[in-house]
Nanobody, 121 residues
Framework: QVQLVESGGGLVQAGGSLRLSCAAS????????MGWYRQAPGKQRELVAT???????NSADSVKGRFTISRDNANNTVYLQMNSLKPEETAVYYC???????????????WGQGTQVTVSS
């Protein structure tokens, strides 16, 4: 099993910044892709940004130039630095990780519990 602990959400004014963190723990051999997604009320969950074990990044066009995803492999943690936030980016932000365990083959996907980001106008 994997435990994912998200932190860093909160209330910020438009134009402000937040940094989200998601730390994975458990019997982890390695983590392949790590990513952030968000879901606003009444909308589908959408990709924000992902980063592979080789640091290849994919991000939504709407966040390019403002959000930065990064990872700390030693601590199994993924970060999302969010700058110039907009009110329409109010949502629950979820991390997702693809984990390879020490005790088995294959990779498994896990979602964090979500952290609320509210951007006021």
């Amino acid at each position: 099993q994997v435990q994912l602990v998200e932190s860093g959400g909160g209330l910020v004014q438009a134009g402000g910044s937040l940094r989200l963190s998601c730390a994975a723990s458990g019997s982890i051999r390695s983590i392949n892709a790590m990513g952030w997604y968000r879901q606003a009320p009444g909308k589908q969950r959408e990709l924000v940004a992902t980063i592979t074990s080789g640091d290849r990044i994919n991000s939504a066009d709407s966040v390019k130039g403002r959000f930065t995803i990064s990872r700390d492999n030693a601590n199994n943690t993924v970060y999302l630095q969010m700058n110039s936030l907009k009110p329409e980016e109010t949502a629950v932000y979820y991390c997702k990780v693809e984990v390879v365990f020490t005790t088995s083959r294959g990779a498994y996907l896990y979602w964090g519990q979500g952290t609320q980001v509210t951007v006021s106008s």
